[in-house]
Structures are given as structure tokens and as C-alpha cells.
């Protein structure tokens, strides 16, 4: 059966600990890709572009939203950052399944474009824990943290437009869940039915 791979997309507020699943969950997963965003930013140290980011000028990224080439985008202060559909779509119809790490509005512009995808919303513990991860983190000024925080449960309410979501209170056991929510997906007959009755009708 030649079936169409999956586009798996994660989504969750920000220091929820999406970045941290995706790593472990991709570690343990080689045969899945890792969605490359484009971005019109300039590299940073060690950063490759085709491996880190696709590091475009302004213009061809203008270009590209002109020619409806992006599976979502934004602009970002003075930077746009967006997905290219090309080498998601490749991937996807050589049977390959993606993964897509982004944020709220980009997935619901992926969802617009590309319904048949995998959506999945990573909820933290508690508010109270979400607060003390981006505490954490000590990268953030006092003004970016109570907008990062406070944009945290207007996120939340929108999980009504994604399949599943996952708890990160414990990261092996959230990989675990992401797991078996992929594996589940690639049994589901309404996936792949037209693929199943092929095989067999070829068969008779």
C-alpha cells in the first residue's frame, strides 16, 4: 500500500515544553522529518541554512507569499518566519510523516490549508507551572514575561480546534503519548480505506 504520510502538528503556549518533546520524541523516531521553516532573519552562530532554517531575503519571501508557497507564515517584528509547502507536501507524498512545531495562529493556518494533518495541543500541569517554567528559563524581561504568561489561557481556549492534546507534567510519559497518538493515526481506516481496498481488490 503506497500511503500518504502524516503531518503531525504540535502546538502549545509558550514555555509549555513543546521544543523539549519534539527533541526527545524525534531522538526515538529517526524515520520521522522535521519540518524546516523559512525565515528572513540573519543566521545565527552554527546555524546552516536547509538544516536550521531556509534563510531567505525579503523579496523572494514576499515572492513566496505572492505565490501562495507557504503552508502558514508571519512577520515578527522586522523578520518573517513562515513554512514552505513544497518540502512538507514532497515528504508527505513519498509516504514520509512530518512534524510541524509552531504556534497557535500558524496552526490555524496549517489546519485551513491542510485539514487532513494531525493536530495536537500540549497543555501544562497547571497554570502555577507554566508561570514557574518561563521563570525559569531567565530569558525573559518582566514586560515579555506577563505578555508570554498572559497570552497563555486565551491559547488554551482555542484547544477545541485541535484532535488531541497531551499533559507535560512528565516528558517520557508525554513522548510516550505522542507516540502511541501517531500510531493510532496510522490505523485509522478512514486514513487510509481507499488504500486498504486497492491492495486487495488488486488481489482477487
Not at 124 to 148: A, C, M, Y
Not at 161 to 188: P, T
Request: charged share 35%.
Amino acid at each position: 500500500m503506497n500511503k500518504k504520510g502524516i503531518l503531525i502538528v504540535i502546538c502549545g503556549p509558550s514555555g509549555v515544553g513543546k521544543g523539549t518533546i519534539c527533541k526527545k520524541f524525534l531522538t526515538k523516531n529517526t524515520d520521522i522529518k522535521l519540518s524546516i521553516s523559512a525565515t528572513t532573519r540573519s543566521p545565527r552562530a552554527g546555524e546552516e541554512h536547509g538544516v536550521s532554517y531556509y534563510f531567505l531575503d525579503a523579496q523572494k519571501f514576499e515572492d513566496m507569499i505572492e505565490k501562495d508557497e507557504f503552508l502558514e507564515y508571519a512577520r515578527v517584528y522586522d523578520n518573517g518566519y513562515g513554512t514552505p509547502k513544497k518540502a512538507v507536501f514532497e515528504n508527505l507524498e513519498k509516504g514520509e510523516d512530518v512534524l510541524l512545531e509552531i504556534d497557535i495562529q500558524g496552526a490555524m493556518q496549517v489546519k485551513e490549508k491542510y485539514p487532513d494533518g494531525v493536530f495536537i495541543f500540549i497543555l501544562p500541569p497547571s497554570l502555577e507551572e507554566l508561570k514557574n517554567r518561563i521563570v525559569k528559563r531567565g530569558s525573559e524581561t518582566e514586560e515579555s514575561f506577563k505578555k508570554r504568561f498572559g497570552s497563555a489561557f486565551s491559547e488554551i481556549s482555542k484547544i477545541e480546534n485541535f484532535d488531541y492534546y497531551l499533559v507535560n507534567n512528565d516528558l517520557d510519559k508525554a513522548v510516550g503519548q505522542l507516540e502511541s497518538i501517531i500510531m493510532a493515526e496510522k490505523n485509522r481506516v478512514s486514513r487510509y480505506k481507499d488504500c486498504i481496498l486497492k491492495k486487495f481488490e488488486e488481489e482477487l
